[in-house]
């Protein structure tokens, strides 16, 4: 009887594991195709675009549903009535038009209940564009019926507009996948973030001259980094309760940006912010005033520095030089650069000639020296001391 049972039992174990079985003999079936020409389908109130070269336009063909989708050719305008989600490729706007060429518009109910989703493997592309919602309307303090985004794939963006975006449910980069490009950027945000990035490779992403400004709490909210610390330059940061958040743990690098130092703030994981400034100047002769080439320059922070720093150039053809010098490196313990334990300034600039020639000048980096304009110094007066003429604009190397 027991032997009966054992087989009863050995009977039920394999029948359970037949589809199992089989599918260790069956033929795996083939992956299917990605698509190859631009794909838009509606899938249960969602639009998911897939295969290369889709546009707003091409989506609106291809739904057929001006209910949850409509492209209107004159204004170049879409009004989207539902999330996106892009598994292949959308571009946004004309890369060799000026001003406003395209408009994406959702027509939300609520905060955040429309989302344009990039997943991995998948790419946003925007120029000289819009996104916005169809009510335009926001309260401060208070979430407005804002849309997200939710970037794990690939972001582009130069010269955008992301009016009324509910920061409470975008992610503008978001994972290790996550890569892309912001140029000139602006984010205005209603409720908590103007613009938000977590658990990024700061190698894969950059952002520069972008204006991050949020009714509600932080123009920034940055959460984990790794592998290299994040890099945003030239960029503006505002928000009601402050500037940027520090979630982390995170290292971001802030060149040339405005803000105000008491307005970072950190959260519990172990982070900080780099302070730098761009600082450009020309070389030229005291006798002849022509620019001075091939000389070495030295910038280095003095010995009671809290940060020590050094950094060594020459001067290019025309005379110039420029270095991007840390000011201070804000961490929770010490927030503002009043603190002398996390201060790098001030540096003396140093210049020497093949022949001899010296010039000494002393530089303190912060937002109050002017960044588009070079300090002229002279260089042959025979105590090796500098003279300083009237600014001129930097070149292009030096922002």
């Known amino acids: ?75 170049k305008t879409a009004i989207c009535r539902g999330n996106v989600k892009i598994e292949g490729e959308l571009t946004i706007g004309d890369p060799k038009g000026e001003g406003l060429t395209e408009t994406l518009e959702f027509k939300t109910r609520v905060c955040g209940d429309c989302m344009i989703f990039v997943r991995p493997g998948g790419t946003l592309k925007a120029y000289n564009a819009e996104i916005s919602t ?21 972001v582009v963006m130069h010269n955008v507009r992301l009016s009324y975006m509910s920061g409470s449910s975008s992610t503008i980069f978001s994972g290790r996948q996550a890569s892309g490009v912001l140029d000139r950027v602006m984010s205005y945000g209603g409720d908590t973030n103007a613009i938000s990035y977590n658990d990024i490779s700061p190698g894969n992403v950059k952002i520069t001259r972008c204006n991050f400004l949020a009714v509600g709490n932080w123009g920034a909210w940055i959460g984990r980094t790794a592998d290299a610390p994040l890099v945003i330059d030239r960029t503006v940061f505002s928000g009601k309760s402050g500037d940027m958040l520090i979630n982390g743990p995170a290292d971001v690098i802030l060149e040339d940006c405005r803000f105000r130092p008491d307005k970072v703030s950190f959260g519990p994981q172990q982070s900080s912010v780099t302070v730098r400034w761009t600082r450009c100047f020309q070389l030229i002769d005291a006798d002849t005033r022509r620019p001075v080439a091939g000389a070495k320059v ?86 090796g001391t500098q003279a300083e003429a009237p600014r001129r604009p930097s070149p292009d190397f030096a922002k």
């Open 1 to 75: 009887m027991k032997k009966i049972t054992i087989a009863i039992a050995l009977a039920a174990i394999i029948y359970m594991m037949l589809p199992t079985i089989r599918g260790l003999f069956d033929e795996a079936e083939p992956p299917q195709a990605l698509p190859t020409v631009p794909t838009a389908v509606l899938e249960m109130g969602s639009i998911i675009v897939k295969g290369p070269g889709n546009t707003l336009a091409s989506i609106a063909d291809q739904i057929g549903d001006e209910g949850t989708f409509s492209y209107d050719p004159g204004r």
């Open 134 to 154: 169809f009510d335009r309307t926001t309260i401060a303090g208070l979430c407005p019926k804002g849309y997200g985004i939710l970037g794990e794939g690939e």
């Open 298 to 383: 030295t910038a280095a922070t003095r010995q009671q520095a809290g940060i020590q720093q050094t950094y060594t150039a020459t001067t290019d053809s025309k005379g110039f030089v420029a270095f991007t010098l840390v000011e201070y490196k804000a961490t929770p313990r010490h927030r503002t650069r009043k603190d002398g334990a996390n201060n790098a300034a001030p540096y003396d600039i140093n210049f020497e000639t093949d022949n001899g020639g010296k010039a000494t000048l002393i530089v303190d980096p912060r937002r109050a020296e002017v960044n588009h304009e070079c300090r002229i110094v002279k260089i042959g007066s025979p105590d």
